[in-house]
Nanobody, 123 residues
Framework: QVQLVESGGGLVQAGGSLRLSCAAS????????MGWFRQAPGKDREFVAA????????YYKESVKGRFTISRDNAKNTMYLQMNSLKPEDTAVYRC????????????????WGQGTQVTVSS
């Protein structure tokens, strides 16, 4: 079992920045690929970013490339999402996810999900 807890969301003006954190407990964090997804009201959950278990490989939704950076600190059992140049369309609940398979993370089929943190970007 892996327990995931997100933090760092909030209200920010367009152009601002936030850093989300996902703290993991349970089984060995460094053996899990991790990812961020988001869901806005009335919309499907969508992929935002993912990172391999060793942190070497990263993947991003096209619309966040150059603005968001995913990273992890395996010594602290924590994953991060640095979000810069935020836009109103980034408003959503952001959830982190984990799986032993990066493909499973990328295809939204992970068993482990956090409860989410709200990000609201005002125009």
């Amino acid at each position: 079992q892996v327990q995931l807890v997100e933090s760092g969301g909030g209200l920010v003006q367009a152009g601002g920045s936030l850093r989300l954190s996902c703290a993991a407990s349970g089984r060995t964090f460094s053996s899990y690929a991790m990812g961020w997804f988001r869901q806005a009201p009335g919309k499907d959950r969508e992929f935002v970013a993912a990172i391999s278990d060793d942190g070497v490989s990263t993947y991003y939704k096209e619309s966040v490339k150059g603005r968001f950076t995913i990273s992890r600190d395996n010594a602290k059992n924590t994953m991060y999402l640095q979000m810069n140049s935020l836009k109103p369309e980034d408003t959503a609940v952001y959830r982190c996810t984990a799986s032993s398979s990066l493909v499973v993370v990328l295809t939204k089929h992970s068993n482990y999900w956090g409860q989410g943190t709200q990000v609201t970007v005002s125009s």
